[in-house]
């Protein structure tokens, strides 16, 4: 499968623990993969043919999960990833506003 992020690691993870042998591809592999055999059709169907020649041509190596201590750190961090640009985003905000000149009180300043 494609890696796709938290979604296609939770896929994977399941298919691992019921003992599917499974292996994870970066998207742009494929892509490439795709355009050496001039596929052009964006269908379902022609994706799976793609990932299923793909697998049999490139043989890639089998997936194996991450610890869950490993994935709940990685989740921590994401986390608090998210909140520094949060943070960010509202430092730009104030600024610009402060730099606008209004003279009005700023409805997120408390």
């Known amino acids: 499968m494609e890696a ?15 003992g599917w042998q499974v292996s994870v591809v970066n998207p742009a ?7 050496s055999e001039l596929a052009r059709n964006k269908t379902d169907r022609a994706d799976a043919a ?9 043989r890639p190596s089998l ?4 610890p869950v201590a490993w994935r709940e750190l990685r ?6 990833q998210a ?4 943070h960010q985003q509202e ?4 600024e610009a506003y402060l730099a606008s000149g209004q003279t009005a009180n700023c ?3 408390v």
Do not use: H
């Open 50 to 58: 793609i990932l299923a020649r793909f697998n049999a041509v490139m």
């Open 83 to 86: 909140l520094k640009d949060m």
């Open 91 to 94: 430092s730009n905000r104030m």
């Open 63 to 66: 997936w194996i999960p991450p």
């Open 107 to 109: 409805p997120d300043q």
């Open 29 to 35: 592999r494929i892509k490439g993969f795709s355009q």
């Open 75 to 80: 989740g921590w961090v994401d986390c608090l």
């Open 4 to 18: 796709t992020g938290p979604y296609s690691e939770i896929l994977a993870t399941s298919l691992v623990l019921v």
